[in-house]
Structure formats: structure tokens, C-alpha cells
């Protein structure tokens, strides 16, 4: 028997690969709108593949109740998951383990009380899921970062006691980005442990009211990383707090295409660059880590290795949105050497992730 606790009269008790049944107090499966939360779907058989592999650090979860939280702030109400449905896919695509993050707009939520309760709910339900599934789920946890103060107590209780393996946040926050000056105090605390963030965009402030029939996560969201990416860098936060490890989605937004305006930019800060960026753009660029999901095609690829080599490159599904097959074919398509594809299939996350070794 497991337990999981979510603060005052929030908690259930649940059985090993049984325990969505049991979610009674944070709201039963069928009970979400729409039926967000997909029923567990009967499990057939699989294929033997050979030993599964793989390790997708791009693949999203939701607690029961989160899109009521959020007050459908988030495009696309029809969001269907399970842990079981997870579990099929990585079996068909050989993927050993995946790391979960809270799908957009996580706690990015102006209102602090609500940006806690995300986060916490989030990162316990994580942290549930890799012990009722273990070696198959670990998590980066959520905060809520616009609240310098629960951030920080949240780092502490998801690092320290959930044994969270790093940190998800949103590209923006309302109007900031990633560089501003206002999180400081978050980043002094995440550098000096060294941590791990993990990054993923959503519908910012700036863009969610454009008149088009092409909805926000078809442009926007690759703009968003490349937005933050830019803030980070020349802002001189990236230089500022070197411990911390940066993955960015979509094999980096827009940002490899945008290269030539990113190097002018660069040149016309002049003396402000080189106090910013003491090392130059080039060295912080190709110091991050990008993962390949819905990225995974030729030109997207191609761009991407212009600027790193294959070592900082991470393989991600986005499921459920999409599945580990297309990104397996995406990257098979690119013919990477044969000791660079497992690189990034495998061996480039457990540099990042030690503990996924056992």
C-alpha cells in the first residue's frame, strides 16, 4: 500500500498500478470534465522489442482536478491521459523511463494561494507515480515561480523529500520571462544545488488574443523558448548562475533559426555584452540542452546542430500529444551516427539524471 498526502483533508491510500481508482479526494477519474482523465485501458500485449531503452524527458501529466484549478486557461480542453496509456506507448517504443512535468500553463497563476496548491498537488501526484510504477516514471517539479517564497519552500519539499529529479517551469510568467531580475532569490537557491531545470512554453500574455484561425500552440509556443532563451542570455542569467542546467523544448523553439540576429544582437550590446556574457552568446547557447520533441524533423535537426553537438541534445515524445513512434522515425529519418542516436535516446539523460541508472 502506498499513501499519498496533499495537505489538510486531501490524501488517499492506494495499491501498487491500481491507485487512480482511489483518487476520491482530489476527485475521481470519471468525474473530471469531459473525461479528462482517460479511463486505464486494457493492456495488450507487446511486442518483444528487446530491453527498453529509451528515456523521454519531455512527457506530460495532469492531477485529477488541475484543469479545473486553472480555469481552462489552457488551449485544448480535450487532454485524455492516464499512467497506464503512458506505460503502453513507452512499451511499443521501448522507452525505459519517462520524466514527468505538468502540462501548461502549470503554476504560472497570478494568484499565490492557487499557485501553491498546483504545485504541490502536481509534484506529490508525481511523486506518487514514480512509486507506484517503479523505474518507469521519475518527475521535475513544479513551483510556483512568480512567488519568490513558495517557490523556495517548494524547491526544498520536492527536492528534498519527493526526490523530485528537477525543476519544470514555464517559458513566461504572466509578463516576465526567464531572466528577469524578479527571480533572483529562486535561481541564488536552484544554482547552488545545481539543479536541473526543465522548460516549456505556453500561450504568453503578449499573443493569446491574436485574431487568426492558426491556434497559439502552432507558432507561439516555439516563439515562447526562444523568447526566454533570449531573456536569459542577454540578460546575463545563464552566465550569472552557471550550476544551473538548462533542458529547452522543441529542440529550441524558433532560437537556431533566429541565430544571425541573436550574434548582431550580441554585437550592438557592445560593453554590455561582455559583462553579461563574459564567455560570449555562443559559449551559453551551446551550453544548454534541447530536447527533440516535435523538433525531431530534418530542418528543425539541422538547424539545432549547427549550434551543439549531438551531447546536449535529449530525446522527448511530448505524449500524450505525440507519441514516442514519430519521434523515433523523426530521428532515424536524420541518420545520426549510430553512437550519437543512443547518446541522445539514453546516454545524455543519465549524465543529467544519474539516478535513472539504477
Not at 501498487?16 to 476520491?24: E, I, M, P, Q
Not at 488551449?75 to 506505460?87: D, L, N, R, V
Not at 507515480?129 to 513551483?143: M, N, Q
Not at 551543439?308 to 532515424?332: C, K, M, S, Y
Request: glycine share 8%.
Amino acid at each position: 500500500m502506498s499513501t499519498f498526502e496533499s495537505g489538510p483533508g486531501l490524501s488517499y491510500r492506494s495499491p501498487r498500478r491500481g491507485f487512480l481508482s482511489k483518487l476520491a479526494a482530489l476527485g475521481a477519474a470519471g468525474a473530471l470534465p469531459g473525461g479528462l482523465m482517460a479511463q486505464e485501458p486494457k493492456r495488450a500485449p507487446v511486442a518483444a522489442r528487446g530491453k527498453p531503452y529509451r528515456i523521454d524527458v519531455h512527457h506530460h501529466l495532469m492531477y485529477p482536478g488541475y484543469l479545473e484549478e486553472v480555469g481552462g486557461r489552457r488551449a485544448g480542453s480535450t487532454f485524455k491521459w492516464s499512467p497506464a496509456m503512458s506505460i503502453e506507448d513507452m512499451d511499443k517504443s521501448g522507452i525505459a523511463a519517462s520524466i514527468l512535468s505538468l502540462i501548461q500553463p502549470s503554476a504560472s497563476i497570478a494568484d499565490v494561494e492557487k499557485g501553491r496548491r498546483v504545485a504541490r498537488l502536481s509534484n506529490e501526484f508525481g511523486a506518487q507515480l514514480a512509486r507506484d510504477y517503479p523505474g518507469r516514471f521519475a518527475s521535475f517539479a513544479t513551483i510556483p515561480l512568480l512567488d519568490a517564497e513558495g517557490s523556495l519552500k517548494e524547491i526544498e519539499y520536492a527536492l528534498d523529500a519527493l526526490k523530485a529529479d528537477g525543476i519544470s517551469l514555464m517559458t513566461s510568467y504572466q509578463d516576465k520571462y526567464l531572466g528577469d531580475g524578479a527571480f533572483a532569490p529562486v535561481w541564488e537557491e536552484l544554482n547552488r544545488r545545481k539543479a536541473l531545470i526543465y522548460t516549456h512554453p505556453l500561450s504568453p500574455e503578449c499573443c493569446r488574443n491574436i485574431k487568426s484561425e492558426v491556434p497559439p500552440a502552432v507558432v507561439e509556443y516555439a516563439t515562447d523558448t526562444t523568447r526566454t532563451i533570449a531573456s536569459l542570455v542577454f540578460s546575463g542569467t545563464a552566465a550569472r548562475y552557471p550550476g544551473i542546467r538548462w533542458i529547452f523544448s522543441h529542440s529550441g523553439g524558433t532560437m537556431p533559426f533566429l541565430l544571425s540576429r541573436f550574434i548582431r544582437h550580441e554585437t550592438d550590446m557592445k560593453e554590455r555584452a561582455k559583462e553579461r556574457m563574459p564567455k560570449g552568446l555562443m559559449y551559453e547557447l551551446k551550453k544548454f540542452h534541447y530536447d527533440t520533441a516535435q523538433g525531431n524533423h530534418s530542418g528543425a535537426l539541422a538547424a539545432l546542430m549547427k549550434i551543439v553537438t549531438p551531447a546536449q541534445v535529449l530525446f522527448g515524445t511530448d505524449f500524450p500529444f505525440r507519441d514516442g513512434a514519430e519521434e523515433i522515425e523523426g530521428l532515424a529519418s536524420f541518420r545520426f551516427r549510430p553512437k550519437d542516436l543512443r547518446a541522445i535516446e539514453r546516454e545524455n539523460a543519465l549524465r543529467l539524471l544519474p539516478r535513472l541508472i539504477a
